[in-house]
Nanobody, 121 residues
Framework: QVQLVESGGGLVQAGGSLRLSCVAS????????IGWYRQAPEKQRELVAA???????VYEDSVKGRFTISKDNAKNTVYLQMNSLKPEDTAVYYC???????????????WGKGTLVTVSS
């Protein structure tokens, strides 16, 4: 089993920044990749960004150039730095464990409880 705990959400004005953190524990393996998803009210959950064990990254088109995913292996933590936030970024952000292959991220059924990000206009 993999346990994931998110933190760092909150209320921010449009144009502002937040940094989310995801701490992973349990049966993480050397080939475990981590993804950040988000789910806005009445919308489907979508992949925002993911990072492979080797540090390769993928981003959803609407966040490219604004969000950066990174990791600290010593702390078993993955970060999502979110800059130039927009009201449409408002959502619950979830951390997910999966694997990375051929520049694609494949999420498994390991989820954190989520952290709410609210961007006011």
């Amino acid at each position: 089993q993999v346990q994931l705990v998110e933190s760092g959400g909150g209320l921010v004005q449009a144009g502002g920044s937040l940094r989310l953190s995801c701490v992973a524990s349990g049966s993480t393996r050397s080939n475990t990749a981590i993804g950040w998803y988000r789910q806005a009210p009445e919308k489907q959950r979508e992949l925002v960004a993911a990072i492979s064990p080797g540090g390769s990254t993928v981003y959803e088109d609407s966040v490219k150039g604004r969000f950066t995913i990174s990791k600290d292996n010593a702390k078993n933590t993955v970060y999502l730095q979110m800059n130039s936030l927009k009201p449409e970024d408002t959502a619950v952000y979830y951390c997910n464990a999966g694997f990375y292959s051929h520049k694609n991220y494949y999420g498994l059924d390991y989820w954190g409880k989520g952290t709410l990000v609210t961007v006011s206009s």
